[in-house]
């Protein structure tokens, strides 16, 4: 069965520091999908990042940047320099495909805390 | 860029009373999704459907039907509301076989 694990229920860290949060993944499908989301206290979902699982290059988009590694089921995901505005839930999630694409599921989510 | 549209986006219900929430899918998105996000809480999945099939069932409650219409919205009714079913409500939509679903910004329903 697909399980998403966010071992990091809450984190806090003073602005400008660079910070990590993990994400170890189970899934028994050869072909899925990885996610990030973030939701902030307005409460939307923000869709962050998607990798499939043929692709492990690590990606980097301004501040954030993933490191997918199959190896060790991890999909982790680091931002450096962090801002006030970085406050929010990160949610990492998996879905399979089983012919097409299968619903998403969540980990427990991380609350991220940035102290000015 | 259209975006997956929910309403209401604030609902508030008394016990035992009936609420119905409507999402509008990203144009020409066959598939949509419910998700139900408590306090604190991940979202988990509630149903989807498939050009207006149901194609999934997750951990949706019996007092809940949801369907999906001919223009592709999808309705989620919720009877005998309950003081737990207080929770953020979100609809996503997809085109079926791609990887990549597009959550709205969530109907918070608050029963008292």
């Known amino acids: 069965a697909q399980k998403v694990t966010q071992a990091q229920t809450e984190i806090s860290v003073v602005e400008k520091e660079d910070v990590t949060l993990d994400c170890v993944y189970e899934t028994r499908d050869t072909t899925y999908y990885l996610f990030w989301y973030k939701q902030p206290p307005s409460g939307e979902l923000v869709f962050l990042i998607r990798?499939?699982?043929?692709?492990?290059q690590n990606e980097i988009s301004g501040r954030y940047s993933w490191n997918f590694q199959k190896s060790t089921s991890s999909f982790n995901f680091t931002i450096t320099a962090s801002q006030v505005v970085d406050s929010a839930v990160y949610f990492c999630a998996l879905s399979e495909e089983r012919g097409s694409w299968d619903k998403i599921i969540f980990g427990k989510g991380t609350r991220l805390h940035i102290l000015p | 860029a259209a975006g997956v549209i929910q309403s209401p986006r604030h609902l508030i219900k008394e016990k035992r009373e009936t609420a119905t929430l409507k999402c509008y899918p990203i144009?020409?998105?066959?598939?949509v999704y419910w998700y139900q996000q408590g306090p604190g809480q991940d979202p988990q999945f509630l149903i989807s459907?498939?050009?207006?099939?149901?194609?999934d069932k997750g951990s949706i409650p019996d007092r809940f039907s949801a369907q999906q219409f001919s223009d592709y919205h999808s309705e989620l009714n919720m009877s005998s509301l309950e003081l737990g079913d207080s929770a953020l409500y979100f609809c996503?939509?997809?085109?079926?076989?791609?990887?990549?679903?597009?959550f709205g910004q969530g109907t918070r329903l608050t029963v008292v």
């Open positions: 990798r499939n699982s043929f692709d492990e």
């Open positions: 144009p020409r998105h066959d598939t």
């Open positions: 996503a939509s997809s085109l079926r076989g791609l990887s990549e679903a597009f």
């Open positions: 459907f498939y050009e207006k099939m149901q194609s």
